[in-house]
């Protein structure tokens, strides 16, 4: 995979969280809105927030190293 492809895939992914928090935050809304919120609600949708903004992704890389040359 070249390093492109790994920028776009990693800026879908920033894209992707960045929906779901609106879509979290619009539903948040519209509960208030409509008075069907609830303390509960508010702390789910907030740690659900706090967690998609606070995802972290590791990459790991593995190689072969050629075996040492003998003389």
Do not use: C
């Amino acid at each position: 995979m070249s390093d492109d492809q790994i920028q776009e895939r990693l800026h879908a992914y920033r894209e992707w969280r960045g929906q779901i928090a609106q879509a979290l935050q619009s539903y948040r809304a519209w509960l208030d809105k409509y008075g069907l919120g609830s303390p509960q609600e508010d702390e789910s949708i907030t740690s659900m927030l706090h967690s998609l903004m606070s995802d972290r992704i590791t990459v790991a890389f593995a190689a072969e190293f050629p075996a040492a040359k003998r003389n």
